[in-house]
């Protein structure tokens, strides 16, 4: 339907683009102190599709008052926090899943025969990676190229989004229905790649109050890839953002008894396969994820120094003995 020169897309279409996990709402501010459940209500109203492609809502909102917390950081009234280019990354009331990972070694010597990379760049270790920050990717940028591997923020912004903000919920997509989700169905079929890893931390409930962070790990602490997506979106002047999102699947084995859901986590013999754009055919793909591995992934209870994104080191992915657990 248009309406004014623009096509009118009803909000139940709108939700079609996002699932439970990418956790958007266009055209409000999300309140992220409230019930997961509760974020992605039904609007009163339509959404417009602008010319470019972007979402936008039919009515025009004022912006929510910046207030200060007796802390002194700024929050919109309602609960939810200004996000901007240089914001840090979200706290640990926001983690979704998978909401951070680590990638200690960063050896080249390593990483290149790991994920078949001939030029592996020179990295830093990462102890608490959180979302919008640039971790490195394995992709195969044309049929038939050489693998490569290239840092990309993490939080997809699809090429017709209006601006890069998007991205800040968009760190995980559902493989049961990321083939055809607006937002990722173009990635899905040709920009997959490989996000470069050695563990991911989730949060145990203990009790009905507290949570305890774990670190999810290989026996052997080798790095290992979690399957992605990667789009480029360019801004108004022309200038390149490459982007990621992280796929996830039902929890398996011990992972089950902290979260139920995962990333999915590919085999090594999928790698080729996974990161070949030529390859699109749906039922192939899916076979591939479903072949995951994880079976023996290692939960390992670590400090609440994780709880908060600024907190980088060696210390974050210490085991806790059984003494120091509450």
Not at 60 to 67: E, G, K, M, Q
Not at 194 to 223: N, S
Not at 284 to 304: C, E, I, K
Request: glycine share 6%.
């Amino acid at each position: 339907m248009m309406h004014h020169g623009v096509e009118v897309v009803p909000v139940e279409r709108v939700e079609e683009a996002v699932d439970e996990d990418e956790q958007i709402v266009t055209g409000e501010r999300v309140d992220r102190h409230r019930p997961r459940h509760r974020r992605r209500r039904s609007l009163p109203c339509q959404h417009a599709r602008s010319p470019r492609g972007g979402l936008a809502s039919s009515f025009p909102r004022a912006p929510l008052p910046v207030v200060r917390t007796p802390r002194g950081a700024p929050v919109l009234a309602g609960g939810g926090s200004p996000r901007t280019p240089d914001a840090p990354p979200l706290g640990f009331s926001d983690v979704p899943m998978c909401g951070r990972y680590t990638l200690t070694n960063v050896a080249p010597n390593l990483l290149g025969p790991l994920f078949g990379v001939l030029d592996v760049p020179l990295l830093s270790p990462r102890f608490n990676v959180a979302p919008t920050q640039d971790m490195p990717v394995v992709r195969v940028l044309a049929p038939g190229a050489p693998r490569t591997i290239e840092l990309a923020r993490w939080g997809l912004v699809p090429s017709w989004a209006k601006d890069i903000s998007i991205g800040d919920r968009m760190i995980n997509a559902r493989v049961e229905t990321a083939a055809e989700k607006p937002a990722y169905r173009s990635s899905f079929k040709s920009k997959r790649c490989l996000v470069v890893t050695d563990g991911f931390y989730e949060w145990k409930k203990l009790g009905t109050a507290k949570k305890q962070p774990c670190r999810i790990h290989m026996p052997d602490e080798k790095p290992f890839a979690f399957a992605g997506l990667w789009a480029r979106w360019k801004n108004a002047e022309g200038s390149a953002l490459d982007t990621f999102t992280i796929l996830t699947a039902e929890a398996r084995a011990a992972v089950a008894d902290v979260h139920d859901r995962m990333p999915v986590i590919l085999a090594a013999d999928a790698y080729g396969p996974w990161l070949d754009p030529e390859e699109q055919r749906a039922d192939v793909l899916q076979a591939m994820v479903a072949a995951r591995v994880g079976a023996d992934l290692v939960v390992t209870p670590v400090s609440t120094r994780v709880n908060n994104p600024r907190n980088e080191g060696p210390e974050n992915v210490r085991p806790l003995f059984a003494q120091d657990l509450p």
